[in-house]
């Protein structure tokens, strides 16, 4: 056995792909959908257009925006079988595996689901992206008890999801802040969920398949469960002048910081900028300065400890807060995101399929070489 083979735990470093969709350069803090800069998207698009952007590479014409709109208002009512299910069997374990279920459950239902032609791939790709809200809408109110709702017909997607989440219409402020939090979460390079996607369409499996796979490896607290994580801890440290000590401790135990640090940004991750600023603002408006301050008492005694390292707070320290005041338990930070990152999965898996290559990298394999004679169970 050649033993010159070198080993690149997590594929750390290795491009397995060429790609037109966004691009992380971890050294500036620049992402990059399609060429646009993620601040001139987070200010001057929506979800809806930033999701057909990804998926087809242009912004979309009048025309063309106007179809997509129409067929997402139509698919964000979640057919009656879909209800049944999430009301049956929905709200023990935990949303995430909630939302990986039902995304499963639409394929079950989906007799194209057994296709891998790239139209139907394209086509059950934006089925899912369009049902998101919704589902997630229901699993949150499933896990409180209250019944579903259905979504207005005249809303777009950030505001319908508040709607069908709250049964309350939002006011522009917060339908702008959640739909510029969809745009933020919606693509970012080969992460390990969307690698998975692509792993998982590879194999010309379907699009179902590819975004259940998705959602199961969003929902690990090194990835989209970060989220959740990073505002338990920030609500643990309680107050600002907490901050030096409890990181201090942190760290002289190696415990991982929710919140901080990125495999690609070795700086202050740009969505991260974004949310802060809506963090401090919303926080102001609801009474919750004290834990905006503590937040940044936490990020301040981070950097001054390990930003010499190249760790700083990313997408998922203040987004949290943010979606806590948007009326969000911290049980559904995690879908939320998934609902976003559905736009890239799609969009990744579609790109990746079209040229297509089945991952299959190799380990290196360090155990016995044998041969060991068999001995029966019976003599053992
Ligand atoms: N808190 C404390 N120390 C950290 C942190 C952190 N959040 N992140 C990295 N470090 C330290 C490590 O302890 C290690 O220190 P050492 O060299 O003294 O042993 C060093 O930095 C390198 O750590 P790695 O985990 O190898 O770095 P990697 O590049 O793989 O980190 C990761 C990426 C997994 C995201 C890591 O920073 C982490 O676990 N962060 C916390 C979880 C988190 O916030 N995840 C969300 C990421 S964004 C997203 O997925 C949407």
Same mark, same amino acid.
Request: one cysteine or more; hydrophobic letters at 35%.
């Given at each position: 056995?050649?033993? #010159?083979?070198?080993? !690149?735990? =997590?594929?750390?470093?290795?491009?397995?792909?060429?790609?037109?969709?966004?691009?992380?350069?971890?050294?500036?803090?620049?992402?990059?959908?399609?060429?646009?800069?993620?601040? /001139?998207?987070?200010?001057?698009?929506?979800?809806?257009?930033?999701?057909?952007?990804?998926?087809?590479?242009k912004l979309p014409s009048r025309e063309?925006?106007?179809?997509?709109?129409?067929? @997402?208002?139509? *698919?964000?009512?979640?057919?009656?079988?879909?209800?049944?299910?999430?009301?049956?069997?929905?709200? !023990?374990?935990?949303?995430?595996?909630?939302?990986? +279920?039902?995304?499963?459950?639409?394929?079950?239902? #989906?007799?194209?689901?057994?296709?891998? #032609?790239? $139209?139907?791939?394209?086509?059950?790709?934006?089925?899912?992206?369009?049902? &998101?809200?919704?589902?997630? @809408?229901?699993?949150?109110?499933?896990?409180? =008890?209250?019944?579903?709702?259905?979504?207005?017909?005249?809303? =777009?997607?950030?505001?319908?999801?508040?709607?069908?989440?709250?049964? *309350?219409?939002? /006011?522009?402020?917060?339908?702008?802040? &959640? #739909? +510029?939090?969809?745009?933020? !979460?919606?693509?970012?390079? %080969?992460?390990?969920?969307?690698?998975? %996607?692509?792993?998982?369409?590879?194999?010309?499996?379907? &699009?179902?398949?590819?975004?259940?796979?998705?959602?199961? /490896?969003?929902?690990?607290?090194? !990835?989209?469960? @970060? $989220?959740?994580?990073?505002?338990?801890?920030?609500?643990?440290?309680?107050?600002?002048? $907490?901050?030096?000590?409890?990181?201090?401790?942190?760290?002289?135990?190696?415990?991982?910081?929710?919140?901080?640090?990125?495999?690609?940004?070795?700086?202050?991750?740009?969505?991260?900028?974004?949310?802060?600023?809506? @963090?401090?603002?919303? %926080?102001?408006?609801?009474?919750?300065?004290?834990?905006?301050? /503590?937040?940044?008492?936490?990020?301040?005694?981070?950097? %001054?400890?390990?930003?010499?390292?190249?760790?700083?707070?990313?997408?998922?320290?203040?987004?949290?807060?943010?979606?806590?005041?948007?009326?969000?338990?911290?049980?559904?930070?995690?879908?939320?995101?998934?609902?976003?990152?559905?736009?890239?999965?799609?969009?990744?898996?579609?790109?990746?399929?079209?040229? $297509?290559?089945?991952?299959?990298? *190799?380990?290196?394999?360090?155990g016995e070489m044998g041969p060991i004679?068999?001995?029966?169970?019976?003599?053992?």
């Amino acid at each position: 056995m050649p033993d #010159d083979q070198e080993v !690149h735990k =997590g594929l750390e470093g290795i491009i397995v792909n060429e790609t037109k969709i966004g691009y992380v350069d971890g050294q500036k803090g620049r992402l990059v959908y399609r060429g646009y800069d993620i601040e /001139t998207l987070a200010s001057k698009s929506n979800f809806e257009e930033v999701s057909y952007l990804l998926i087809n590479g242009k912004l979309p014409s009048r025309e063309q925006f106007s179809e997509f709109n129409r067929k @997402a208002r139509e *698919r964000m009512k979640l057919p009656g079988n879909v209800v049944e299910f999430i009301e049956k069997n929905c709200g !023990h374990s935990h949303p995430m595996s909630d939302l990986r +279920t039902v995304v499963s459950f639409l394929g079950a239902l #989906d007799a194209n689901s057994n296709s891998s #032609d790239l $139209n139907l791939q394209k086509s059950m790709g934006e089925d899912i992206i369009f049902r &998101m809200p919704g589902i997630v @809408a229901a699993i949150k109110r499933k896990w409180e =008890g209250k019944s579903i709702i259905e979504p207005l017909p005249d809303l =777009g997607m950030a505001a319908n999801f508040l709607y069908m989440s709250s049964g *309350r219409k939002p /006011t522009e402020e917060e339908e702008k802040v &959640m #739909d +510029t939090c969809l745009i933020l !979460h919606a693509d970012h390079g %080969s992460n390990a969920s969307t690698f998975s %996607s692509m792993v998982t369409i590879s194999t010309l499996a379907d &699009m179902y398949s590819a975004l259940t796979a998705g959602i199961a /490896t969003l929902k690990g607290p090194l !990835h989209g469960g @970060a $989220n959740e994580q990073a505002l338990k801890m920030i609500k643990r440290v309680g107050s600002p002048e $907490n901050a030096e000590r409890v990181i201090g401790e942190m760290l002289g135990k190696k415990e991982k910081v929710m919140g901080f640090g990125h495999r690609v940004y070795k700086v202050y991750d740009p969505r991260a900028r974004i949310l802060k600023e809506f @963090a401090r603002s919303i %926080s102001a408006k609801s009474g919750k300065q004290e834990l905006f301050e /503590t937040a940044e008492a936490i990020e301040k005694a981070m950097i %001054s400890k390990v930003g010499g390292k190249g760790i700083f707070p990313n997408v998922d320290f203040y987004s949290g807060m943010v979606y806590e005041s948007l009326g969000f338990e911290e049980n559904i930070f995690t879908p939320i995101f998934a609902f976003s990152r559905s736009a890239g999965w799609v969009a990744r898996s579609l790109e990746y399929v079209s040229d $297509n290559r089945l991952f299959r990298p *190799r380990s290196k394999y360090s155990g016995e070489m044998g041969p060991i004679e068999y001995v029966p169970l019976e003599k053992r």
